[in-house]
């Protein structure tokens, strides 16, 4: 079966963006031109994606209203003759069917995946994290896909990461299968260094079948109190065989102040109307800063 439904949560405080992320949700943080989300639905719609679930919280009626028509700026542009930009927005609201539900507690990504269960049904379904932009020729999620399609089971996004950063991570134990793919036999949620199985993280990108919603309807609360999706993957582990896909692409964390300043830069520099003023601004405090 096809995957054409993927589900975005996207109801978290983003408290690590504060106090830019007091009415403004973190999804909506713009890099560049563009929201942070926008990015990661692009990269679904890319993938072959028709339909997706935004499991919201309170606070979060921007993402709604940017997803959806304005009439009265539509007008204003069509007004002013500014064609190009009329396109873009009108683009944004026709790329994808999108609905939305509401995650009325924060009880963690297992219990936000859960609350897609209806509109999932009985479907193989994508999951993607807006933290997580992710460049590459090819989209992260294409990539995952084609996983899929080849062993027709669950996939996870994969990562080498420097091991003193594994604790931030879900991380897995798991057998080479062929380039960049594998077939993971255990996975640990944010391991201390000494206790984690391997330095492959566990990224925002899932391939996954409805066999995950009866698990994660009796998980117990995991790590930081919270259901944790790493979890009841898991225990899916015991009756079918996960699988994992070491993306090509540049991953920039955006959840992470320090990530998205990065991704700020190396987005600007692959711009053709930013990268040589842009490049010659950072050469000359470059050399500012070296004296």
Same mark, same amino acid.
């Given at each position: 079966m096809l995957v054409k439904k993927a589900v975005f949560p996207v109801a978290g405080l983003g408290t690590r963006f504060l106090?830019?992320? $007091?009415?403004?949700?973190?999804?909506?943080?713009?890099?560049?031109? $563009?929201? #942070?989300?926008?990015?990661?639905?692009?990269?679904?719609? @890319?993938?072959?994606?028709?339909?997706? #679930?935004?499991?919201?919280?309170?606070? $979060?009626? @921007?993402?709604?209203?940017?997803?959806?028509?304005?009439?009265? #700026?539509?007008?204003?542009?069509?007004?002013?003759?500014?064609?190009?930009? #009329?396109?873009q927005v009108r683009d944004i609201a026709e790329m994808v069917n999108i609905f939305y539900v509401r995650q009325k507690q924060a009880l963690g990504l297992g219990h936000a995946i859960l609350c897609a269960k209806e509109f999932i049904g009985n479907e193989p379904f994508a999951v993607l994290l807006g933290d997580d932009i992710i460049d590459g020729k090819k989209p992260c999620l294409g990539q995952l896909l084609d996983v899929y399609r080849k062993y027709r089971g669950p996939v996870l996004a994969l990562e080498r990461v420097p091991m003193e950063n594994i604790s931030s991570y879900g991380c897995v134990a798991a057998n080479t299968i062929s380039d960049r793919v594998y077939e993971v036999v255990d996975m640990v949620e944010k391991p201390k260094q000494?206790?984690?199985?391997?330095?492959?993280?566990?990224?925002?990108?899932?391939?996954?079948?409805?066999?995950?919603?009866p698990i994660l309807e009796k998980q117990e609360p995991g790590k930081g109190g919270e259901i944790q999706l790493t979890d009841a993957i898991k225990t899916l582990a015991r009756d079918e065989a996960i699988y994992g896909c070491r993306f090509e692409g540049i991953r920039h964390d955006c959840g992470d102040?320090?990530?998205?300043?990065?991704a700020t830069v190396d987005m600007a520099l692959k711009r053709e109307e930013f990268n040589g003023d842009f490049e010659k601004f950072l050469r000359e405090r470059l050399d500012c800063i070296k004296g």
């Open positions: 106090p830019a992320t $007091k009415s403004t949700p973190k999804e909506m943080l713009p890099l560049i031109d $563009k929201p #942070l989300v926008q990015y990661v639905v692009e990269e679904a719609v @890319a993938s072959g994606i028709e339909q997706i #679930l935004f499991v919201t919280g309170r606070s $979060k009626r @921007a993402i709604e209203d940017h997803f959806d028509i304005s009439f009265e #700026l539509e007008s204003l542009l069509y007004d002013k003759g500014k064609d190009a930009e #009329l396109s000494e206790d984690a199985p391997s330095d492959l993280a566990i990224i925002g990108r899932y391939i996954l079948t409805p066999d995950i919603f102040k320090l990530g998205f300043l990065k």
